[in-house]
């Protein structure tokens, strides 16, 4: 069976670095990526768009891409987005059997003990952990970094491709060739300074969203100066 890709996520908003993302995954894998906006992400603070923003502005991002897809089912649970919770209901859905991979940045990666239960997420899925440009994630450096992490996944390292050969359990690292400037928080401040270049960052169909709802406008907490 073809391995099952599920990105998770605020996407507040999504931009060029998450879609860049995204397609590495899949054509790395030849796997379908599922993105999955959070609805109350536990490792955050409130969102500035609406769950249902979100989603709209993720549906229009991948509007024509093939292999990737938007997964809403945290919008519709109520609590906290914990990713356990998302992948035992994917599992009663999909089945013991299916290849599933939950995909994290390698700063998540590092910080997966601090995630919910986060012991039972192998036993669910495999993690894949993007690593990116000037930046190695191998066992010695985990284990450094994040010693109860490196500990648990010591004896899961594998290869992507043999991700598929089994449903949960592994630990794999997907490389990115290219360093991305974007990121949510810095692109929110910028649509605040009212900064044109902004709209370099997102897919046109996002801009426009963005400018149309007036999205973003008003400063955050997290915006500072420029």
């Given amino acids: 069976m073809t391995l099952r890709v599920c990105y998770g996520g605020t996407f507040d908003p999504?931009?060029?670095?998450?879609?860049?993302?995204?397609?590495?995954?899949?054509?790395?894998?030849?796997?379908?990526?599922?993105?999955?906006?959070?609805?109350?992400?536990?490792h955050k603070g409130p969102t500035h768009a609406s769950a249902q923003q979100r989603a709209r502005m993720l549906d229009l991002a991948l509007a024509g891409e093939t292999g990737l897809k938007?997964?809403?089912?945290?919008?519709?649970?109520?609590g906290p987005s914990y990713t356990i919770d998302t992948l035992l209901e994917?599992?009663?859905?999909?089945?013991?059997?299916?290849?599933?991979?939950?995909?994290?940045?390698?700063?998540?990666?590092?910080?997966?003990?601090?995630?919910?239960r986060w012991r039972e997420l192998f036993a669910h899925a495999h993690i894949l952990a993007v690593q990116r440009p000037g930046s190695h994630i191998d066992p010695e450096s985990l284990a450094r970094i994040a010693p109860l992490v490196g500990a648990e996944v010591a004896a899961r390292w594998?290869?992507?491709?043999?991700?598929?050969?089994?449903?949960?359990?592994?630990?794999?690292?997907?490389?990115?060739e290219e360093l991305r400037p974007e990121s949510s928080t810095e692109l929110r401040r910028r649509i605040a300074a009212a900064y044109s270049d902004w709209h370099e960052w997102v897919p046109p169909s996002v801009a426009s969203y963005i400018d149309r709802h007036d999205l973003y406008s008003t400063p955050g907490p997290d915006s500072g100066s420029l």
Wanted: glycine share 8%.
């Fill in 158 to 176: 594998r290869t992507l491709d043999a991700l598929q050969a089994s449903p949960a359990g592994g630990l794999a690292v997907l490389p990115m």
């Fill in 90 to 116: 994917l599992r009663h859905e999909l089945g013991d059997e299916l290849p599933l991979a939950w995909l994290v940045g390698g700063d998540s990666l590092s910080q997966l003990h601090t995630w919910h």
């Fill in 70 to 78: 938007v997964d809403r089912r945290e919008l519709y649970r109520e």
């Fill in 14 to 42: 999504v931009h060029n670095g998450h879609l860049a993302v995204a397609r590495a995954a899949r054509d790395a894998s030849g796997a379908q990526v599922f993105l999955l906006p959070a609805a109350d992400p536990p």
